[in-house]
């Protein structure tokens, strides 16, 4: 099952309340022409298919974010707050953080070995590759979503 499917029959079945919407094609193209990156296939269709209307606090007060407050690190922190980064931050992508910010992920978009891949961004000594998907993510946070931290 893709993973913007498990996500949402996993919100719907914890009692989440998150309301996604499907955001148009020329949208996504924007984003990526913006920050002249290409997404990963399985978080283009979680943003173009299940992107959540309103930031909500889950169960594990994650909040997902809507797509306009999807930026890349350097828009987002300072570049202090993901040193483990270095060199590529403009190609990550976060999309959700945990208990206001406390920390959050992003995915990288660039095209190299790391193409995919969700990092915890979380400051000097937290910064660490979490998964090698998006759907990967997924999985692991629904299924032990500390596993991701």
């Given amino acids: 099952m893709k993973a913007y499917l498990q ?5 719907e079945a914890t009692g989440a309340g998150i309301t996604t919407e499907t955001i148009p094609e020329p949208l996504i ?10 997404l990963p296939d399985d978080f283009r269709d979680y943003l173009r298919l299940s992107s959540p209307v309103a930031e909500t606090l889950d169960e ?14 350097p828009d987002e922190c300072p570049p202090e707050r993901a040193p483990a980064i270095p060199g590529q ?11 206001i910010w406390c920390w959050a992920w992003a995915i990288s978009c660039a095209d190299d070995e790391t193409r995919g891949s969700v990092a915890l961004i979380g400051g000097p000594g ?11 993510f997924v999985q692991k946070y629904i299924s032990d979503w500390k596993s991701v931290t």
Avoid: G
């Avoid at 193209?29 to 290409?38: D, F, K, M, T």
């Fill in 7 to 11: 996500l949402q029959q996993w919100w």
């Fill in 29 to 38: 193209a924007e984003l990526e022409n913006h920050y002249s990156l290409s």
């Fill in 126 to 136: 937290y910064d660490k590759i979490v998964a090698s998907s998006f759907s990967e």
């Fill in 89 to 99: 931050a403009h190609k990550y992508l976060f999309f959700a953080d945990y208990c």
């Fill in 60 to 73: 594990h007060f994650c909040t997902w974010w809507d797509f306009k407050r999807i930026k890349n690190i």
